[in-house]
């Protein structure tokens, strides 16, 4: 188990809605990224959170957005979903924002499928 | 032209037998280089980092070639329990992101 947990863990949802998915990142951990992982796919940064502020961000429509909270927790949101949206949404949380030498902890993920 | 390239698979080997995988990268500043590893529909899991001289753990050999962009894995006497999704991924600082290859498939059989 890495301490990272995500949840739901899995979401349906129609063409349209919005959605908020939650992240609680691993103890000590003040950065958290998310990505999005489509099937037969790797992992596509989406953006990442460094002590409540974003520090990067993919090529990700704004439509796709976050939050981390002082205890570096962490939401993304997805407006006006759309079929394309279905994925695997990771989370991982690390010590610091430069991965260089730290390693990335990941969560199980959230499945979404949009109908 | 992806920032990381990777052959699909499925590559199906034998019990016992070694296989290696491939990985090219397109930006030369890339800083940071690791194999991760993803079960089926579970998260990825670090392997093993990736230095320029080479590195080793136990069973698996990784190794790096900057000039040529070129990242290996090397996996002897496999097990059944290899049989995953092993991921090449890249950290360049912009950013702060992994670049996540689409993943080279291993089935190990009896």
């Known amino acids: 188990e890495t301490g990272v947990t995500q949840s739901p863990t899995h979401l349906i949802k129609t063409r349209g809605q919005q959605v908020t998915l939650r992240c609680s990142s691993q103890?000590?951990?003040?950065?958290v990224s998310w990505y999005q992982q489509a099937l037969g796919q790797g992992p596509q940064f989406i953006f990442q959170?460094?002590?409540?502020?974003?520090?990067g961000r993919g090529n990700f429509p704004p439509r796709f957005s976050g939050l981390q909270f002082p205890n570096y927790s962490s939401e993304l949101n997805v407006n006006a979903l759309e079929l394309d949206d279905s994925a695997l949404y990771l989370c991982?949380?690390?010590?610091?924002?430069?991965?260089?030498?730290?390693?990335?902890?990941f969560g199980q993920g959230t499945r979404l499928t949009v109908v | 032209r992806k920032e990381v390239e990777q052959d699909p698979g499925p590559f199906n080997v034998p019990e016992g037998a070694t296989v290696a995988f491939n990985c090219t990268y397109s930006n030369s500043a890339s800083q940071s280089f690791f194999w991760y590893r993803q079960d089926c529909r579970k998260e990825p899991k670090l392997l093993m980092s990736?230095?320029?001289s080479g590195n080793e753990d136990g069973r698996f050999t990784a190794q790096l070639n900057r000039a040529s962009q070129y990242i290996s894995l090397l996996i002897r006497d496999s097990k059944l329990s290899d049989s995953a999704t092993y991921l090449c991924v890249v950290y360049t600082g912009t950013a702060s992101k992994l670049t996540f290859g689409t993943g080279t498939r291993l089935q190990v059989t009896l």
């Open positions: 103890s000590g951990h003040n950065t």
């Open positions: 991982a949380s690390s010590l610091e924002a430069a991965v260089l030498n730290t390693e990335a902890f």
């Open positions: 990736v230095y320029s």
């Open positions: 959170y460094y002590r409540e502020e974003e520090n």
